[in-house]
């Protein structure tokens, strides 16, 4: 029997750079997998990644990752599952672990309706209480939606605007929703799931999205691309993600990394 044939990585072009917008570098693995998971995407030109906390204790490891590492920078918040945790005191020490200068956004925070692991009116006043907390901070918010939408928009339009603009990470709504979003100041973030054989809604919203509001993440170590699907996912995978988006939008790889690279220094004021 005849091995199945490798998909090489997309490649770009001398100067051109990719940002994986929006992983969790702690949960790939030991200290040295993390280590080998930047160094394999830094060589691919994949060489700025944000890592998210999702509670307090993986916001101060995403923190300390960023501190480490030249080219890594952090997010800080309490995810919805973790909704029940947020309590003034909690709230007090992510305000000033976002006072970091390698602290570039606050999230990811939102509402989850699929798993439900906190009950939907807690996981409501977490978000109010964290929307109010990013735009003291003036800081970019990262939003968690999930089978949520019309309970996430309503609420950011209800507490914005947001003077330091935000992005809908691992969009899952279709184009009227990312339109509705982007009318409110929010950069939609495209995740490996748009690789899928099935993901027809979220194409069909790629080839809208203008390209001045498109950002690419991974979510690793979850949802990776095809040809990787079902394996652990890690940012270097972020270029899969980019070929299928230039493929949706008619374009090269090339131009979907310098574009939505311009949209991250644009969104989180990162210099790169």
């Avoid at 914005?160 to 973030?189: R, T, Y």
Wanted: with cysteine; charged share 25%; aromatic share 6%.
């Amino acid at each position: 029997m005849s091995k199945k044939k490798v998909i090489p990585l997309p490649s770009l072009k001398k100067g051109v750079n990719l940002v994986d917008t929006h992983c969790h570098l702690e949960m790939l693995g030991s200290e040295t997998e993390i280590q080998e998971a930047i160094n394999r995407a830094f060589q691919a030109d994949v060489t700025t990644i944000i890592t998210i906390g999702i509670d307090l204790e993986t916001s101060r490891q995403a923190v300390q990752l960023a501190a480490d590492n030249t080219g890594v920078y952090a997010s800080v918040g309490i995810h919805p599952h973790h909704a029940e945790d947020v309590s003034t005191e909690t709230l007090d020490q992510l305000k000033i672990l976002a006072k970091s200068d390698r602290v570039v956004a606050y999230g990811e925070i939102g509402l989850d309706a699929v798993k439900n692991y906190a009950p939907f009116k807690v996981q409501q006043q977490a978000f109010i209480s964290q929307l109010q907390l990013a735009r003291e901070l003036n800081l970019p918010v990262i939003i968690h939606d999930r089978e949520a939408h019309e309970h996430i928009y309503s609420l950011l339009k209800e507490y914005g605007p947001f003077p330091a603009g935000g992005v809908i990470h691992c969009f899952s709504g279709d184009w009227i929703m990312a339109h509705k979003c982007i009318d409110l100041g929010f950069f939609i973030s495209i995740p490996g799931v748009v690789t899928f054989k099935k993901a027809n809604m979220l194409q069909d919203a790629v080839r809208q999205i203008p390209l001045n509001k498109l950002l690419i993440e991974t979510d690793a170590p979850f949802l990776a691309p095809v040809p990787r699907r079902g394996k652990k996912n890690e940012p270097v995978y972020t270029l899969y993600t980019a070929q299928k988006v230039a493929e949706l939008k008619g374009i090269d790889i090339d131009e979907v990394a310098r574009r939505t690279t311009e949209n991250v220094k644009e969104l989180f004021g990162i210099d790169i």
